[in-house]
Structures are given as C-alpha cells and as structure tokens.
C-alpha cells in the first residue's frame, strides 16, 4: 500500500512537468493550429540556462526566472520573425519550420555543454526528504506537486476568469470572427506564444533535478507533450490537465511493473484513447 | 508540359550515366538519394495527392529495415524471402496505424502519425534482448538476387539494383495517381465531403493509399539497410520521417517528380555539409528554416509559374 502511495506522490510530480510543459503546445495548437515542435526546445533550453544560472548565484529561484525570462523571449522571437510570417492554412510548412528550429536549438546544447548528463540538484528548501503519516517522501517531488498545482490554478484563473482568457478561448474557437470583432489576434498570439515557451522554460528548470539534462531530451519532451495533448484532447485547459495526469500516471506505474517496456507503454493509451475517443477524454468533435 | 519530359529524359540519362563518372563516395550519395526519393514518392502519394500529411513514416521504413535485419543476421540470408518479409511487415504495420491515424486528418493527423511511429522507434531502442539498443544490428552483406550472375558489393552494382527498384517505385506511383482511385484521393484530399456526398467510401481511400505509402517506405528501409549494411534505431527516427517531407514541399507535392527532385538536392548537400562540420545538424536545421521561409512554393511551383509567365 505503501508504494502506491510513494508512487502516486511521484506520478503527480511527473504530470506537474507534464503540464507545465505541454501547457504553451496545448494552448498554441487550439488556438492557431501552429504544431510548434521547436516547444520543446524551450523546455530543453530553459533547463540548461536555468543550470548554468544556479551554478554561477546558488539561487534556485533566480535560475526558474531567468530561464523563463529568456524562454519568453525566445518564443516571442520565433513567432515575430518566422510563424508570422505564414497563413493559417500553411500548416505544415509552419510544423517543419519549428523542426528546423529544433534541430539547431539541441545541436547548439550539445556543441555547448557536450553529450554528458547533468543532474543538477534542486533548492536548498526542497532538499532531503519528509515524514509524513510514518511514509518518507521526497521533498523535492512534493514542491513540484504544489508548484504544479499552483500554475495550474493561476493558468485556470487566467483562462477562464479574465477577459484575456476570454479572448484566447474566442479566438481559439473562431480566429477570424474574432479579429473582425477587432480583436488584434496577431497581438494575442504572439502574447500566448511568449506565455507558452516561458512556462516551459519553468518547467525545463523545475523537471531537470528529477529528469537529469541530456542530449535527445528535447526529442523526449516533444514526444511527451505530443501525448499528452493527444490523450488529453486538443485546446482546453481540462485536456491539458487530465492529459498530463493520465500520461504521468500511466508512466509511472509501468515503469515500476514493466520497467522493460519503459517508454514503449507511453504509447498504449494513445492507440487506446484513438480507437475509442479520437478527441482525446476531454476534446470535442471538430 | 514539355518541360516536365524535357527534366525526366535529363534526369533519367543521368541516372544512368552517373556511376560512369563517379567514385564510390559520390555513387554512395546517389544511392542514397534514391532511395529517399523513394520513400519522398511514396509520401507525396499521401501528402501531396491524399491530403495526409503523415509524419510517421519511418515506422514503416525502420521496421523493414529492422525485419531484415533479423532474418538475415538470425535466419536466412535469402534476398527474396528477406524482402517478402520486409515489405508484408510495413504493409500490415500500415494497416494496423491507418486504422488509428484515420481517425483525424490535417495537423492533428501529422501529430497522431509521428507518435505512432514513436513506438516502433521506443521498440527499437528499448527492446535489447532483439535489437541490441542503441548499437544496431551491424554485419549485413549486400544482397545476393539468387538468379542474377553477378554480386552487389560495388558501389556502382548495388546503385544499379536501387534504381531499378526506383524505377519500379516511380512506375507503380504514377500508374496509381493517374487510376480512377488516385483521381479520387486527389478529390478527397479538395473537398472529402463531396467525395463523399458523391458516394466515394473516402475512407476506404485514404486508408489504401496509407498502405501503400508505408509499403513503399517499407521498400526504401530495405534498400537502406542493405546500402548501410546496418541497422539502428536512427533508421526508426524522427528524421526519416521529417526529410522527405521537407524534400516534397522544396521539390513541389503532388508531382512525384518534385520529391526526387527534392531528395537529390537535400541527400548530397547534407552530405557534403557532413564532411566539412560535425555540426551539419545545425545546417540541416537552417535548411529547414530557410525553405519554408522562402521555397514553400516548391522548385517545380516556382518553374511552372516562369513557364506560364507571358514573354
């Protein structure tokens, strides 16, 4: 009984990563139908800019604002200077464009900090483990549970409680009567865009004590967010969150029964959830 | 017009003229080239005529190549059975994920399509105790066809065997493109509403001609593990997938012509590149970038527009 609950304690740890990560790729999907693989290079580049600032302050918290900070920029830059650039309806010109991005984002990580693996150690607070109920839990999993919980709620606010959100949900559902409503769409997008990549640098540096830094993670981390968007359903807050709960609990329980299997089980509630929901728990029919 | 046939009788001498001309490097590269023509043709089938924009078509081409890897380094080193093997297991590869990726269609089928063939590339790389992981399968001899005298360790001989199955490829495809069923994809892909208002099972469709693309790639996974004499999980990677792709937009979809023109210009450039820097992924990277910047209209876009431009 209690493995399930230490593993449940890591399962939810996992989906705070999930959803911090698949959060921008989610929104900006709905939203623009822009299949931005180059978000995972925000994650990716946001964990090492996040572990090159710890190395040189020692401050943990300075290492998660300058990796958003420069993550926000960096998704600001992609979408001013190249996804501007296309019309709605050039989808796939736009998806390969970010690959292009992608792939000189993680050749220029391994020309920088080489093939070896980082484990670069979380804030001095969330160090070591508690006692709670006669279990041991790490402390650090649990700070990522709150810190996830937390985003969570502030984006649920945001989305659906302000006018902001109102017209990101406007325009997800109709860009162009949007716009015609004088809605500066161009603005919001960007806005989003920006928004998205910073929270995945947060959550490049947040995932990086527990996922180690690698070359080929960003590979993983689209994959990842490419999954959890599928499961969860394309372009709702809900989607996202039910999408990276059940993506990190499924995760998480076949590596501890099946750790053979490892990443080959990610896949079995894809083909489950395409067969009998192909728009995903959450998603509507288009 | 006759531009297109003035290019192919080009294109076709100099194929066959080529290895008279070259090293064994430069026949290597052109031997690749083919072969991801091959597998470029085969997605514009999709992606160019059906409207599917699959991002997953190195499931079909890694498992080909994986099936013959086994048969011949565990089983029987019979080109022919080892090729009956390769091509049936991408053909029901490709019926088992069309099922599944059918499901949707445009962007959310690009995505569906590419976490698909992550699982064959997680199989690949996790799955030891078969496919060793990250090391490969090494040790694969050139083929040996049985009835022909002579062997395929050249450079030049084996390049004669990939285009002779190129050729096959582009027949078989251009047959198909120009039949009542590709007629009707190309249909489907305009307005699938009114294919189907019309009384075209599209479903049908689209699903045939998602098996036949991943047969096809099938067959370009077994001509490059053959040319490689390896096979890792590299050949079930996100790049098999995401190259011809970009060699069909560069070269123009809908075309077949397009995506070997494409092939040929991306297969040597990053080869090249590949001599000069250990970098070449960020060169291949900017590539990327670039065309979709500026050539997303495709070569034979850009070239048909010149011809039809008056004066």
């Known amino acids: 009984m209690e493995h399930w609950i230490i593993q449940s304690a890591n399962a939810l740890s996992f989906a705070s990563i999930l959803f911090l990560l698949a959060a921008g790729f989610s929104i900006t999907f709905g939203m623009m139908r822009v299949l931005n693989m180059a978000h995972a290079s925000f994650f990716f580049l946001g964990a090492y800019i996040g572990m ?21 920029l960096a998704g600001l830059a992609t979408y001013r200077f190249f996804l501007r650039r296309f019309s709605r309806e050039e989808e796939f ?72 959100g109102a017209l990101v949900r406007a325009t997800a559902d109709d860009a ?82 099946m750790p053979e299997l490892a990443w080959f089980t990610i896949f079995l509630p894809v083909a489950l959830i395409l067969a009998f929901r192909p728009h995903g728990l959450m998603g509507k029919p288009q | 017009m006759r531009t297109r046939i003035g290019l192919l009788v080009v294109l076709g001498l100099g194929l066959i003229l080529a290895p008279s001309f070259l090293g064994p490097w430069q026949t290597g590269i052109l031997t690749r080239a083919l072969i991801f023509a091959i ?69 959310t089928f690009l995505m569906i399509t590419l976490a698909l063939a992550q699982v064959v590339w997680a199989l690949a790389s996790s799955g030891r105790a078969v496919t060793r992981g990250a090391d490969g399968l090494p040790g694969i001899g ?43 994809l190309t ?34 996974g077994i001509m490059d593990v053959y040319f490689n004499s390896i096979v890792t999980p590299a050949s079930a990677g996100v790049m098999v997938s995401a190259d011809p792709m970009l060699m069909i937009i560069l070269g123009g979809p809908a075309s077949l012509l397009g995506p070997v023109l494409g092939a040929f210009l991306i297969v040597p450039l990053s080869e090249v590149v590949s001599v000069f ?13 670039l065309v979709m910047l500026f050539a997303r209209q495709g070569l034979l876009g850009v070239l048909r527009r010149k011809a039809e431009a008056p004066g």
């Not at chain 1, 070359?215 to 994959?223: K, N, P, Q, R």
Request: hydrophobic share 55%; aromatic share 14%.
């Open chain 2, 142 to 184: 050139r083929p040996d066809l049985g009835f022909l005298p002579w062997s395929f360790d050249s450079a030049a001989s084996f390049y004669y065997l990939v285009l002779a199955f190129f050729i096959i490829t582009a027949v078989v495809l251009h047959r198909i493109v120009r039949s009542p069923f590709g007629l009707a």
């Open chain 1, 176 to 257: 162009e009567m949007s716009q015609g409503l004088g809605v500066n769409t161009r603005y919001l997008f960007m806005g989003v865009f920006g928004l998205g990549a910073m929270l995945a640098g947060f959550g490049g540096v947040l995932a990086a004590p527990v996922l180690g830094l690698y070359s080929g993670l960003d590979w993983e981390a689209l994959l990842l967010a490419v999954v959890v968007v599928i499961v969860g359903g394309v372009g709702s807050f809900y989607g996202l969150l039910v999408g990276s709960l059940a993506v990190a609990f499924v995760d998480t329980f076949t590596r501890w029964f």
């Open chain 1, 93 to 164: 010109p736009q998806a390969l464009l970010t690959i292009g991005v992608l792939l000189v984002a993680s050749e220029v990580v391994r020309w920088t900090w080489g093939g070896r693996v980082y484990l670069p150690s979380g804030p001095t607070f969330a160090t070591g483990s508690i006692a709670l109920g006669g279990l041991i839990f790490p402390k650090y999993r649990l700070f990522l549970i709150a810190v996830g919980a937390a985003v969570s709620v502030v984006l649920w606010v945001l989305l659906t409680k302000t006018r902001l």
């Open chain 2, 39 to 107: 597998l470029a043709m085969s997605l514009d089938l999709l992606m160019g005529y059906a409207g599917l924009p699959s991002l997953g078509q190195s499931a079909y081409f890694g498992t080909s190549a994986y099936v013959v890897g086994l048969m011949t380094t565990r089983a029987t080193a019979s080109f022919w059975l080892n090729f009956g093997a390769g091509l049936t297991s991408a053909a029901l590869l490709a019926a088992l994920f069309g099922l599944l990726a059918l499901r949707a269609r445009a962007v």
């Open chain 1, 52 to 72: 090159e600032t710890l190395k040189r302050s020692h401050n943990f918290l300075l290492a998660l604002v300058v990796a958003s900070l420069f993550m926000g």
């Open chain 2, 277 to 289: 820097t250990e970098h070449w992924l960020i060169v291949m990277g900017l590539i990327y970038i």
């Open chain 2, 187 to 220: 249909g489907i892909r305009d307005n699938e509403v009114r294919m189907r208002a019309l009384g075209y099972n599209t479903w049908l469709h689209l699903y045939i001609a998602f098996i036949i693309a991943g047969t096809f790639a099938g067959l370009a």
